[in-house]
């Protein structure tokens, strides 16, 4: 059975740091880039950040970039978003994707100011 299991959200002040974790039950999983979408209220969920399946490469939304970081570990199925510099506006329900296909449940992350 699939599952995304994400964790690590929760409240932080602004400039504060958090990090992400998404553990992946995915067959395959090795094979098959990883993401981070999020969603505010009356927000369409957009994507934060990407990474290949290897890991080499990575992409991020413009308005994430020099702040966020995204990393995998593979002998672990694992994803991680590490978020530093934290803004009010960074304020959403943080989703694990995999292959565009496969979603996790979602965490909170909430940015005071």
């Known amino acids: 059975q699939v599952q995304l299991v994400e964790s690590g959200g929760g409240l932080v002040q602004a400039g504060g740091s958090l990090r992400l974790s998404c553990v992946a039950s995915?067959?395959?999983?090795?094979?098959?880039?990883m993401g981070w979408f999020r969603q505010a209220p009356g927000n369409e969920r957009e994507s934060v950040a990407t990474?290949?399946?290897?890991?080499?490469?990575?992409s991020y939304a413009d308005s994430v970039k020099g702040r966020f970081t995204v990393s995998r570990d593979n002998t672990k199925n694992t994803a991680y978003l590490q978020m530093n510099n934290l803004k009010p506006e960074d304020t959403a329900v943080y989703y694990c994707?995999?292959?565009?296909?496969?979603w996790g449940q979602g965490t909170q992350v909430t940015v005071s100011s």
């Open positions: 990474i290949s399946a290897a890991g080499g490469a990575t």
């Open positions: 995915v067959r395959g999983i090795r094979t098959y880039a």
């Open positions: 994707n995999v292959a565009l296909y496969y």
